[in-house]
């Protein structure tokens, strides 16, 4: 054979394409690929590989990874059934517009053609109609089944491009084994090129900083902003020349504003109560800023609204009134509104709203540590005392990784010293991919502390065992502090909530409701070489966790199980 194989091929593209990371969980599809690997080792034109365990762990890991560092990777899979099995995962990569290829195997020649090896189970047992493409296409923002050898080198660059230019997401190439075996003859290199970001328009950018402007009471809402710490740091200069409050939505992804800043105005606000006083509310990269979208119909409140994506094509609907919408590049649009807003508005013109707002910020904050401290005078832990002490004992740097669903905002709120990039949000509707998000931030951040905060019912979801096996072996110590409560609290919620005079109300009756018995969740981290403990009352959290960050600063996987009191009880 002359040349390279197929398989080595795909690796030095994906390298050449400024990929780092594998993340992989594939199965027998991918035996070129192991070769190439052990005829390729220790050269630098090839990605590192990353063996997850686990088809959730692994895109996980990529998503983990992804915001962590803004960087593209890739992931690799076992066929239709490997890439199914992600498809919840690949879901919320679309959605929240993380950059990655993912990468799974077929045959198409079923064992019919001589000298490639395939086995009786492609036909017996892995093959679908329209192969792995098909079936994930709704999944990712592009997929295509690889149909000739010839066509790999320039499919896989494509594909790069595709998940690396705006608006990011996961792209999608099932490659056949009999591919990867193929020789590859040297040639020109092609498609390298990264795409740049569309520019905004000026003139649309001149409007919004007219509007931002003539607003006498504007306040900003964000919810993803703080994918970018760049943008970050635009939007604190933009707020405090504007003198406005920056809040954070319902569902914050990121660490999205600094928690100790005056104009910081918290998690989740009651929208209704800031849209009779803000006269223009500036929403950045906010997916839903207020429920029902209605609420904003029935406003004189001016609405203008700045993302990547800002309408959000892949949700079915999105209902809000908007009085200008502007598409594009976060961090050099807030860059272009800080240089002309500044230049407009004389200086510390809006200093006297800042300071109103700054004494408002602080009562708030001042009332929420009062809460949290309260709650650690209960019999029973609570969900606020957890992140009161979660927040006095996170070292500097940390990342905090929530999968807590209905413990969110009371943890959030408590978390008033997480830095840039110290928040990442691991769930998008489905649960599974905590364990696996926050090894992706390790991985790509090995100096800082990263800490899970996660439910039982999500732990649940999680491949436990998986992540924590690659926890062990990568040598990506977390600390997992789990919210027990012995059940479904969402669930319970919504019946509460819908049918608050129902039978399941009268009898208490919910169905399907309870986590129990108990096992010992802390032998699980302990089967894998770590700590593990659980804790029942409030004076024992502090310690818990704190030897818990001990253990991780030693290397190993830590779990403090919080017993809650019983979400049935």
């Known amino acids: 054979m002359d040349g390279i194989t197929g398989a080595e091929a795909l690796l030095r593209t994906l390298r050449r394409m400024g990929v780092e990371k594998i993340f992989a969980s ?13 005829r390729l080792a220790g050269r630098e034109d090839v990605p590192e590989y990353v063996s997850s365990r686990h088809e959730e762990t692994a895109i996980a890991m990529a998503s983990g990874y992804g915001k962590a560092t803004g960087k593209l990777s890739a992931v690799v899979l076992h066929t239709t059934v490997g890439a199914l099995h992600a498809t919840m995962a690949m879901r919320a990569a679309l959605h929240e517009r993380i950059p990655m290829v993912v ?14 090896g395939i086995g009786p189970q492609w036909l017996r047992l892995l093959s679908d109609v329209g192969g792995p493409a098909r079936l994930v296409a709704p999944c990712v923002k592009w997929s295509f089944g690889l149909n000739d050898s010839v066509l790999l080198p320039a499919t896989i660059a494509r594909a790069c491009q595709i998940a690396a230019a705006a608006p990011r997401g996961p792209a999608f190439v099932s490659v056949p084994t009999e591919f990867l075996m193929d020789g590859h003859a040297a040639e020109a290199q092609r498609a390298q090129a990264p795409v740049r970001d569309a520019a905004v328009d000026p003139a649309a950018l001149e409007e919004l900083a007219e509007m931002l402007c003539a607003a006498k009471s504007p306040i900003i809402l964000t919810e993803e902003v703080g994918k970018d ?4 740091g635009r939007l604190v200069s933009l707020a405090e020349t504007l003198g406005a409050p920056v809040f954070d939505g319902w569902q914050p992804g990121y660490a999205n504003f ?13 929208m209704k109560s800031l849209l009779e006083e803000a006269d223009l509310l500036f929403c950045v990269e906010t997916v839903v800023p207020a429920h029902p979208p209605a609420m904003l119909s029935g406003s004189k409140t001016r609405i203008a609204v700045l993302g990547e994506d800002p309408l959000h094509v892949h949700l079915p609907y999105w209902g809000f009134r908007t009085d200008l919408v502007v598409a594009g590049a976060v961090e050099p649009s807030l860059a272009f509104l800080c240089e002309r807003v500044a230049r407009a508005l004389p200086q510390r013109t809006r200093a006297p709203a800042a300071a109103r707002w700054a004494k408002r910020n602080g009562e708030l904050r001042e009332k929420l540590r009062g809460q949290g401290r309260a709650a650690g005078g209960q019999s029973a832990i609570e969900s606020a005392w957890i992140g009161h002490e979660l927040n006095a004992v996170l070292p500097e740097g940390a990342i905090v990784v929530d999968e807590t669903i209905t413990h969110r ?30 090894l992706g931030a390790k991985l790509a951040l090995p100096d800082r502390t990263v800490v899970v905060t996660i439910g039982d019912g999500a732990f649940y979801y999680n491949p436990v ?18 919210f027990n409560n012995a059940g479904y609290l969402s669930q319970k919620l919504d019946v509460v909530r819908e049918y608050p005079d129902g039978a399941a109300v009268r009898t208490k009756h919910f ?16 089967a894998f070489g770590g700590h593990g403990e659980s804790v029942e009352r409030p004076a024992g959290v502090r310690p818990a966790l704190l030897r818990g960050l001990e253990a991780v600063s030693k290397g190993k996987l830590a779990l403090i199980e919080m017993v809650l009191a019983p979400v049935g009880g």
Do not use: C, K, N
Request: hydrophobic residues 45%; charged residues 15%.
């Open 465 to 482: 065992l998986a992540s924590f096996g690659a926890s062990q072996e990568l040598r990506l110590p977390l600390l997992v502090v789990l």
């Open 409 to 438: 905002h009371d943890v959030l709120r408590q978390l008033d010293r997480l830095g840039p990039g110290g928040f990442i949000s691991a769930s998008y509707g489905g649960l599974g991919m905590g364990i696996g998000t926050a």
């Open 103 to 116: 990468l799974a195997g077929e045959s198409v020649s079923f064992g019919e053609r001589p000298g490639y």
């Open 229 to 232: 710490a760049g943008a970050v």
């Open 26 to 38: 594939p199965g027998s599809d991918w035996a070129p690929l192991w070769e190439a690997l052990a």
């Open 258 to 270: 600094p928690r100790a800043h005056p104009l910081y105005g918290g998690v989740a606000p009651e």
């Open 511 to 526: 169905a399907g409701l309870s986590i129990l018995p108990r096992p010992d969740y802390p032998a699980l981290a302990r």
